[in-house]
T-cell receptor, first 113, second 116 residues
């Protein structure tokens, strides 16, 4: 398996624009997680899904953030409208069943100017 | 809520030195504990894990023992190499629920620099 695949690797956008980050989890994994990494706050869990259903979105910072998982092999994290303080590296991770070992993608570095 | 505290960095060592990175945690349930490593420009990779008290996780010469009495999971390596230079994250999962994939709670990370 190629591992967790995220796209794009880098995204630069202007304030106010919509940004969509994409993730393909490892085939067969039934949990998917979105994390945000910043220098100030470290790694934060934003939301996670089980069998495509959002379970806990308490880490999503604002209503400007939304995440979907339309099927077992694809998820998106959308920011609309984007703001400079959203600049961070966003990681997607997946895991299987009751195992809590998560496999991470390489991340998307988002810069909002 | 759950939290993880790890020593601040950067930690700078010479090659072949002994490494310890301290990690302590707070959790209401019975968490699993992890060390992840992040190389520059890369995502996080699992280094080792322990799922219950007194378990020892080990990988690539690194070790960590789950100490429930001291709520600690310190990372150690007997002889570090330049290639070990990276950021190391201590993390826990399942503290709130006692198990299951409810997401990882991470420490802030420790930047390790190994000089030749």
């Amino acid at each position: 398996d190629a591992g967790v695949i995220q796209s794009p690797r880098h995204e630069v956008t202007e304030m106010g624009q919509e940004v969509t980050l994409r993730c393909k989890p490892i085939s067969g994994h039934d949990y998917l997680f979105w994390y945000r990494q910043t220098m100030m706050r470290g790694l934060e869990l934003l939301i996670y899904f089980n069998n495509n259903v959002p379970i806990d979105d308490s880490g999503m910072p604002e209503d400007r953030f939304s995440a979907k998982m339309p099927n077992a092999s694809f998820s998106t994290l959308k920011i609309q409208p984007s703001e400079p303080r959203d600049s961070a590296v966003y990681f997607c991770a997946s895991s299987f069943g009751e195992s809590t070992e998560a496999f991470f993608g390489q991340g998307t570095r988002l810069t909002v100017v | 809520g759950d939290s993880v505290t790890q020593m601040e960095g950067p930690v700078t060592l010479s090659e072949e030195a002994f490494l310890t990175i301290n990690c302590t945690y707070t959790a209401t349930g019975y968490p699993s504990l992890f060390w992840y490593v992040q190389y520059p420009g890369e995502g996080l990779q699992l280094l080792l894990k322990a799922t219950k008290a007194d378990d020892k996780g080990s990988n690539k010469g690194f070790e960590a023992t789950y100490r429930k009495e001291t709520t600690s999971f310190h990372l150690e390596k007997g002889s570090v190499q330049v290639s070990d230079s990276a950021v190391y994250f201590c993390a826990l999962s399942g503290g709130r629920t006692g198990g299951g994939a409810d997401g990882l709670t991470f420490g802030k990370g420790t930047h390790l620099i190994i000089q030749p």
